[in-house]
């Protein structure tokens, strides 16, 4: 950091480090002067910059330290030192205590460490030094909910609607929307499903209770069972904050809920089913902070990144991501388009539904009500002059055909399609009917991919693999045993095992030999066999290398591919 930076505004910090630019801090001052609150608070949420960019840039201007919570684990002794309330208020996080030394150290969000340190010398032992390290607030709103643990509890709302008693006190004294016990029960079980990382919510009435269901890591678990009579209420509430028809219950009907979960904007879209029991909801849930990562963090081998950046590179043609629905394509999509996402290029995309909103990016959901079908929104988009291009997923002939102009005039395209594997796509496309001499120089490449349970790397064991193991890794018999790993299950992993997942990827990176054959429509078995040659590594290749590191299991993988007729060496 320069000198004379840390004398500076952060405004004018930002802008010399490059972070920001001049009409975005006006942009910024504009909204300060209107809604107050501080100037890097509205930077973020509009999105100039992320929270921990912010949070490195004040803490190198100040010279002091930043810190990153979700690495942290803070110590219980310096959580019993400062009452959850005060936490809240104050917007800080207690790390470590050394009561030997009497030293404290916090994470705040707050550089005017006065501001901080004073209010805590109220509750904290006489002659406590505090240390302070710099941390982005919606970071520090989350750990406070997770250490802290929950302020709301599903088992005593319960309670209270099931009694209409609260804390010693009948409920009909309470005022106000939130003081109603099914607004909260509601919200609970939506923050619960984030903290635990789950994908959906499944909301399922059976003839007598509701049957509540998490997906987690890929598969649905039963969190609780509720008696029916709670859900007409829960039902209603859930469509009120989805802006759907309460009174419709016999048709389905789709929405979207926005929340600010642990600090952080969590979006759910929100699909009802009418069934016999009652409306079936299920709500997906859109965390743009998991939804969104670098292209280093998708886990790709050496070779397949250096392929990957290769295909990206090219400045016009179509890259197609293929797999079945839950398989990943979007994160995928996402982690490239936020990588090519710069000033100077003109992404624009076209989804059903638009999942994560990107800065910069411009973004148009697909409207049966407009008339707006991926086949016209690409013709519309051709106007606005992009330099990248995002089809969500091509359905049908006329799509297929508006992908390939758009690649053909100059632009790279980036589009879905579902096949079981990347070289199966090229056979899809000919099939619906696109032209090989169109498609031959025009494909960029395919990726393919799954996602797979990753193993609890705190219970994992290890154990030498079987003889009837080895073929399906690709191992001849007379080779050494490798030592593969199996799932036990603890504390740390709620007792399943696995922890979070992670993508085995395929990537066909076309070339003029690959071009050549889609042009006189070779068999998938001889573009196979190409690209064999010049390296193609297979979803099962992937796969048994991430067993054979420990990343998963043998039987993991076999959930997800069919190992029996995958493509081995």
């Known amino acids: 950091m320069k000198p004379d930076t840390i004398s500076l505004p952060i405004g004018a910090t930002l802008i010399q480090l490059g972070l920001i630019s001049q009409d975005q801090l006006q942009i910024a001052l ?10 890097g608070q509205h930077l973020v949420r509009l999105g100039f910059l992320s929270e921990a960019v912010l949070r490195d840039a004040l803490a190198d201007a ?50 005017n460490d006065a501001a901080t340190h004073d209010p805590l010398l109220g509750v904290l032992p006489p002659g406590t030094t505090i240390e302070t390290r710099l941390a982005g607030e919606s970071e520090i709103a989350r750990a406070i909910d997770q250490f802290y643990g929950h302020t709301l509890s599903i088992d005593g709302i319960l309670h209270e609607i099931e009694t209409g008693i609260r804390d010693g006190h009948n409920r009909s004294n309470s005022r106000g929307e939130y003081a109603q016990p099914v607004v909260r029960l509601v919200d609970s079980l939506l923050t619960d499903a984030v903290k635990r990382g789950a994908s959906d919510i499944h909301f399922e009435p059976e003839a007598g209770f509701l049957r509540i269901r998490y997906r987690l890591d890929g598969l649905l678990r039963q969190i609780r069972a509720l008696h029916k009579s709670h859900w007409p209420a829960m039902a209603v509430r859930l469509k009120v904050m989805a802006g759907l028809n309460i009174a419709e219950t016999r048709a389905p009907q789709d929405g979207r809920i926005s929340l600010q979960v642990s600090g952080r904007p969590v979006d759910f879209r929100v699909a009802s089913q009418p069934t016999i029991h009652g409306e079936n909801i299920v709500l997906r849930v859109l965390d743009r902070q998991k939804g969104i990562v670098s292209l280093g963090e998708l886990g790709l081998a050496p070779a397949a990144f250096e392929q990957l950046k290769l295909m990206i590179s090219r400045p016009e043609g179509l890259i197609l991501v293929t797999g079945p629905t839950g398989s990943g394509k979007t994160t995928t999509l996402y982690s490239i388009l936020n990588h090519l996402n710069t000033e100077h290029v003109n992404i624009m995309t076209l989804e059903d539904p638009v999942e994560y909103p990107l800065a910069m990016i411009r973004q148009t959901a697909v409207a049966d009500a407009a ?40 632009h790279q395209v980036y589009s879905t399609l579902h096949t079981n594997s990347a070289v199966g796509a090229i056979p899809r496309l000919l099939d619906i009917g696109i032209l090989p001499d169109i498609l ?76 050549e054959l889609i042009a006189r429509r070779a068999s998938a078995r001889e573009i ?22 420990g990343s998963t299991t043998l039987a993991e993988l076999a959930r997800v591919i069919d190992l029996t007729t995958a493509s081995l060496p």
């Open 30 to 39: 504009h909204e300060q002067r209107r809604d107050s609150g501080l100037l």
């Open 62 to 111: 100040l010279e002091q330290t930043s810190v990153d919570l979700s690495t942290q684990i803070p110590d219980g002794e310096a959580l019993a030192l400062i009452p959850h309330e005060l936490a809240s208020r104050l917007k800080l996080m207690p790390l470590s205590y050394d009561s030997a030394r009497r030293h404290l150290l916090i994470a705040t969000g707050n550089s």
């Open 371 to 410: 008339r707006l079908d991926f086949a016209n929104g690409v013709r519309s988009m051709l106007r606005q002059d992009p330099d990248v291009i995002l089809v969500g997923e091509i359905r049908d002939t006329d799509t297929a055909r508006m992908a390939l102009q758009a690649a053909m005039t100059g």
């Open 440 to 515: 031959a120089g025009s494909l960029i490449g395919i990726i393919a991919q799954r996602l797979v349970r990753r193993l609890c790397p705190t219970c994992r064991e290890a154990y030498p693999a079987e003889a009837h193991e080895l073929p399906l890794l690709g191992l001849a018999p007379s080779q050494p045993h490798p030592l593969l790993y199996r799932a036990t299950g603890c504390a740390q992993c709620n007792f399943q095992g696995y922890h979070g997942r992670l993508a085995i990827i395929e990537l066909l990176r076309m070339d003029a030999g690959l071009d």
């Open 528 to 549: 196979l066999a190409m690209a064999r040659e010049h390296g193609f590594v297979s979803l099962a290749e992937d796969g048994a290398r991430r067993v054979l590191e």
